[in-house]
């Protein structure tokens, strides 16, 4: 089993910075995708950021410019640098990876989730 351990979250004003961090338990060059994922209160979860296992990166429209998802292979560790933070980033964090295994069978490994939370 897969664990995810997210870390960095926190409280912040509005135009402040945090980087989150998602520690895997095992080599990440084995996912097909590695993600980031919010939910705000009273919200759905909704996709923030996703690096694929060959480097391509996608951006939510709301978080593009301001957020930046990255890796550390070596680490086994995934990040979500935020910068220009707004009130309505505030939510839970969610660390995902996700795929299809070498016998065609779907994968997805999910963080316990950290709290950001941006004043205004």
């Known amino acids: 089993q897969v664990q995810l351990v997210e870390s960095g979250g926190g409280l912040v004003q509005a135009g402040g910075s945090l980087r989150l961090s998602c520690a895997a338990s095992?080599?990440?060059?084995?996912?097909?995708?590695m993600d980031w994922y919010r939910q705000p209160p009273g919200k759905e979860r909704e996709l923030v950021a996703t690096?694929?296992?060959?480097?391509?990166?996608n951006y939510a429209d709301s978080v593009k410019g301001r957020f930046t998802i990255s890796r550390d292979s070596a680490k086994n560790t995934v990040y979500l640098q935020m910068n220009s933070l707004k009130p309505e980033d505030t939510g839970v964090y969610y660390c995902?990876?996700?795929?299809?295994?070498?016998?065609?069978?779907?994968?997805?490994?999910w963080g316990q989730g950290t709290q950001v939370t941006v004043s205004s």
């Open positions: 690096i694929t296992s060959g480097g391509n990166i």
């Open positions: 095992r080599s990440i060059s084995g996912f097909n995708t």
């Open positions: 995902h990876a996700g795929g299809v295994n070498a016998v065609f069978r779907r994968y997805d490994y």
